[in-house]
């Protein structure tokens, strides 16, 4: 294992996020507590408790995870991405670096990250509402695993994109639609039984389930289950990034 080389990678990534504070820490935090603002605190003074839980605390985990699910992807693509298009990456290729450390590098800094920013946004919540979490080592493995997937899913879309507007509609056009109809902001309970069996398709209601029942333990799916369908997604994008750099796709020429 050359673990110079993965700290290089890691640290250059992190080094390169760092750099740009304002867009990356302060801009996810601050939309993040807008959501607070509006929905936990004007809308949720509202409305009754879901599950025994205020709807202020009831929406922390689903916010988290709205978060976590846009900036694990984006981060990790762009990462990749630019020196892909800069052609930096062929002097990644052809040093003494396997795949694998190439991808701990990569994908470690952008999970690094959006734990970081989970765990700010965790901090900012307690100035809006009170809450408690039941099993913080369960969440901490909900966050690590859900980080660290889809900072691969943000690596499979950098190395096959082929152009920056590319690099969000993933992002833009799925990721952050299934978050917002994946429970994040209400319990599918409250939906109608169709509409139930529906939302039982979309992958998100597993994440933002499973995490949830690690703060309250409560959730509209079981935790076993959750955590089969995170490391299904998780084999799933390693398995792809493996046949990427077994046949080179979009990173040799």
């Known amino acids: ?33 807008l959501y607070f603002i509006v929905f936990g605190s004007a809308i949720g003074s509202a409305m009754t408790e879901i599950g025994g839980v205020s709807y202020g605390a009831f929406i922390i985990p689903g916010l988290i995870m709205l978060m976590v699910l846009t900036e694990s992807t984006s981060n990790a693509s762009f990462g990749i991405y630019m020196p892909k ?50 099993h913080p080592l369960w969440m901490m493995l909900f966050l690590v695993l859900t980080c660290v997937t889809f900072s691969m899913l ?15 509609v993933i992002p833009l056009m799925v990721v952050t639609p299934l978050a917002f109809l994946g429970g994040t902001f209400y319990s599918i309970s409250m939906l109608p039984e169709f509409w139930q069996k529906v939302t039982l398709f979309n992958p998100v209601v597993y994440l933002v389930s499973g995490f949830r029942w690690s703060f309250y333990g ?26 990427i750099f077994k046949t080179g796709y979009k990173v040799k020429v």
């Open 1 to 33: 294992m050359n673990w110079y080389a993965i700290k290089a990678i890691y640290l250059s990534e992190l080094h390169r996020s760092w750099r740009t504070p304002l867009q990356s820490i302060a801009s996810p935090v601050l939309s993040t507590s």
């Open 85 to 134: 298009w800069s052609g930096a990456i062929y002097e990644v290729l052809s040093a003494p670096v396997s795949a694998f450390e190439i991808v701990v590098g990569y994908v470690g800094a952008a999970a690094t990250k959006s734990i970081i920013l989970a765990m700010l946004i965790l901090l900012t919540a307690k100035l809006f509402v009170d809450y408690s979490i039941l």
């Open 154 to 168: 943000g690596f499979i879309l950098g190395v096959v994109a082929d152009g920056f507007e590319k690099l969000q």
């Open 218 to 243: 409560t959730a509209d799916v079981s935790m076993t289950l959750s955590l089969v369908m995170i490391s299904a997604f998780l084999i799933m994008f390693m398995v792809f990034i493996w046949w």
